[in-house]
């Protein structure tokens, strides 16, 4: 696909469910990393001497589920500043930071050595009989596709009867290379449940409970001061997230 096709280019349009799209675009000595879907907008771009990393940028850009969100940046860039770029998610546990932050910082180190940018474009549909379909495709081409009951793998070839809530403990079973991918699936898995979510009966992170814990803004100690910010979008109709930096973006000659 031309950067024009990719900058319109939506996964099965008019189906109702999350779209993202996350954008890597490497360059000397640094990644540049954005990430948008229907509740977040974030963006990371890593400096490195190509092994480490020496500074890092972060923040939200538009919108972001909860007010705490964008000091979520300041850790990252405090933790990460110095570890090994191929080592970045031996520094922490995920669950101390933005996951959306952390994650697109570990998948723009993973393409550091790249010589042109990389577009993630993932898609999960709204259950139907309690399954959904989804799908990620790079760069315009088809990368993985499955079928999901919660988060239960029921169709996807070899994948089919895996656990994404048990990830961790079956991740070395599978090739090194097929990881990455995966990692963004099971992101898509993760959040599709702020569809259908009562936004309305939640003020504050500390009223979600069984979040207790799971990012930045939902450890103890700030989750009761977590406010509500949700700017929920649907991108099942029109261009997809980030459209316009596709746009400009992929357009640009590969680096040699």
């Known amino acids: 696909m031309t950067a024009g096709d990719l900058a319109t280019f939506t996964i ?11 954008l890597i675009v490497p360059g000397p000595g640094l990644v540049e990393a954005e990430v948008e879907d229907d509740f977040h907008h974030f963006r990371v771009a890593l400096h490195h001497d ?4 020496r500074k890092i940028v ?43 932050m952390h994650e697109l910082a570990l998948l723009a180190a993973s393409h550091a050595g790249d010589c042109a940018p990389v577009l993630y474009s993932s898609f999960i549909a709204d259950a139907i009989d309690d399954t959904q379909d989804a799908e990620v495709w790079i760069n315009g081409e088809p990368a993985l596709a499955m079928t999901v009951r919660g ?9 089919a009867g895996r656990d994404f809530r048990q990830y961790r403990q079956w991740e070395s079973e599978v090739p090194v290379d097929e990881r990455r ?14 569809r259908g979510f009562d936004y309305g009966a939640t003020p504050t992170a500390a009223h979600i409970g069984p979040s207790t814990g799971a990012c ?20 099942s109709f029109g261009p997809p997230p980030l459209a316009g930096l596709i746009a400009e973006v992929m357009d640009r000659p590969a680096r040699k």
């Open 50 to 53: 190509g092994g480490v990393v």
């Open 151 to 159: 988060s239960l793998i029921v169709a996807g070839g070899a994948l």
């Open 58 to 100: 972060a923040g939200a850009v538009e919108r972001w589920p909860w007010t705490t969100c964008p000091a979520a940046a300041d850790h990252l860039a405090h933790r990460l500043t110095g570890a090994r770029l191929d080592a970045l998610a031996e520094v922490d546990r995920p669950q101390a930071h933005c996951t959306h």
């Open 216 to 235: 930045y803004t939902f450890q103890p100690e700030r989750a009761a001061e977590a406010l509500l910010t949700m700017d929920k979008r649907d991108f």
């Open 181 to 194: 991918v995966l990692k963004v699936m099971r992101r898509m898995v993760q959040i599709t449940g702020g």
């Open 12 to 22: 099965r349009p008019g189906i109702p469910g999350v779209r993202r799209s996350q």
